[in-house]
């Protein structure tokens, strides 16, 4: 694709890679084809090679309307769109970046800033979003059946092993998840101990930076990802071999850290160093059971594995989990169209909640047409947002192969 950038981008730093985006598409539109906001509105403008045009002409000196704003933000940026592209055109980056100058040319309106301000603060503020939780467990009985699905009852808290390895990796506890889902995290050190690793957890609750740069709150999300890397810092100069993620919406922000930081030069090299040391859970399982003998469970359950988005696009993991519920005994279901997204999406079921709700329903079908007796997934995005009104029970697969390899 040929360009020609507007002045006022040809100086900025983001320019050759906006150029060199751009450049790659050949406007083949395979994209469409696995985009799920295209396959349900079937507007070429909501499809990522609509998106891409849009952008080239607001960097080649268009001027940015709410319309356009409006396609961008229905965007869900699953990623899909970059595994199917034989170019390998890096559309979330591009997406990223126009989307941050936009907001800077176009102010969005009152009510959109305030609800965004309000999200990126909220959902990060650990005192203050425990105390809702709190107040919403005592509410419990007069919530709705789908409320009273996201909310935690706090009983059967898997314990934190007293024992220290001579291995030692980090793990994210995430702004939510230590509250909503505390036996993620509580499974994955419990059985990371039981392969001879200990794991270290910040005393204080950090966010990666995903939810500010989700909602347009771009500088709060660096903010909260330097923060976050100078608390690691000494850990990880202390000859920790991994971060390990369980959420593989935050692992892909924490793998980006890099390019977030690219222009960055107080924060570059230790960004690349964290992006390096990133992994994802299952990648750590994977490894380390491969010399464990494993005996496999003795009730053989049916299990629909939901890989999110993040996980089989961003992270490029396929099969990886799946592939250890197999080995520890559980019969792993047949899912269509497991490379659409659920609809979550960091928060997007927020910011978009009619177009979330109708992937919802469309994910919620696919993963029980194998008649599973519960469902699994990576990321508690998905896990809350796929629970809500679902009658199988959903949960993160760390809890699965640990009640089979640690449990029994």
């Known amino acids: 694709m040929q360009t020609n950038l507007d002045k006022r981008f040809q100086n900025k730093p983001t320019a050759a890679i906006i150029d060199s985006i751009l450049r790659k598409c050949v406007h083949c539109g395979f994209c469409n084809a696995t985009c799920p906001t295209y396959q349900i509105l079937g507007d070429e403008l909501d499809g990522p090679r609509g998106r891409i045009y849009q952008l080239k002409q607001y960097f080649e000196g268009t001027e940015a309307n709410h319309e356009m704003q409006l396609h961008l933000d229905?965007?869900?940026?699953?990623?899909?769109?970059?595994?199917?592209?034989?170019?390998?055109?890096?559309?979330?980056?591009?997406?990223?970046?126009?989307?941050?100058?936009?907001?800077?040319?176009?102010?969005?309106?009152?009510?959109?800033?305030?609800?965004?301000?309000?999200?990126?603060?909220?959902?990060?503020?650990?005192?203050?979003?425990?105390?809702?939780?709190?107040?919403?467990?005592?509410?419990?009985?007069?919530?709705?059946?789908?409320?009273?699905?996201?909310?935690?009852?706090?009983?059967?808290?898997?314990?934190?092993?007293?024992?220290?390895?001579?291995?030692?990796?980090?793990?994210?506890?995430?702004?939510?998840?230590?509250?909503?889902?505390?036996?993620?995290?509580?499974?994955?050190?419990?059985?990371?101990?039981?392969?001879?690793?200990?794991?270290?957890?910040?005393?204080?609750?950090?966010?990666?930076?995903?939810?500010?740069?989700?909602?347009?709150?771009?500088?709060?999300?660096?903010?909260?990802?330097?923060?976050?890397?100078?608390?690691?810092?000494?850990?990880?100069?202390?000859?920790?071999?991994?971060?390990?993620?369980?959420?593989?919406?935050?692992?892909?922000t924490v793998k980006d850290y890099a390019a977030i930081f690219a222009h960055e030069s107080a924060y570059h090299e230790r960004a690349k160093t964290v992006s390096n040391l990133a992994c994802d859970l299952s990648e750590i399982i994977a490894r380390e059971i491969k010399n464990e003998p494993i005996i496999k469970i003795a009730e053989k359950k049916r299990v629909a594995f939901h890989s999110p988005c993040t996980m089989q696009h961003g992270l490029g993991l396929k099969g990886v989990v799946e592939g250890l519920l197999e080995d520890v005994g559980y019969d792993v279901c047949q899912v269509a169209d497991a490379h659409l997204c659920c609809g979550s999406a960091g928060t997007y079921s927020i910011l978009q909640p009619k177009m979330s709700n109708q992937l919802r329903v469309n994910k919620q079908a696919a993963l029980t047409v194998d008649t599973p007796e519960i469902i699994a997934t990576a990321n508690i995005g998905c896990q809350l947002h796929i629970a809500d009104g679902l009658n199988v029970p959903v949960v993160h697969w760390i809890e699965l192969v640990y009640e089979a390899l640690v449990q029994n």
């Not at 100058?101 to 176009?106: A, F, G, I, N, S």
């Not at 506890?173 to 990371?192: D, E, K």
Request: aromatic share 4%; with cysteine; net charge positive.
């Open 74 to 252: 229905r965007c869900l940026t699953c990623r899909s769109c970059e595994t199917t592209c034989p170019s390998g055109v890096k559309y979330s980056r591009l997406l990223e970046i126009g989307r941050q100058e936009m907001d800077q040319d176009l102010p969005r309106p009152l009510l959109q800033r305030v609800q965004r301000w309000v999200i990126a603060r909220f959902f990060t503020s650990g005192a203050l979003f425990d105390l809702a939780i709190a107040c919403a467990r005592k509410l419990r009985p007069v919530l709705t059946e789908g409320m009273r699905a996201t909310i935690p009852d706090n009983k059967n808290l898997i314990a934190r092993p007293d024992r220290i390895q001579s291995r030692k990796v980090l793990m994210l506890s995430g702004c939510v998840q230590p509250t909503l889902t505390p036996n993620t995290n509580g499974a994955a050190i419990q059985l990371l101990d039981h392969l001879g690793i200990s794991t270290i957890e910040l005393e204080t609750r950090h966010c990666c930076g995903a939810v500010g740069m989700h909602t347009s709150q771009i500088e709060q999300g660096k903010a909260q990802a330097r923060k976050l890397i100078d608390e690691w810092w000494p850990h990880i100069e202390d000859g920790v071999e991994a971060i390990v993620v369980t959420a593989t919406g935050c692992g892909v």
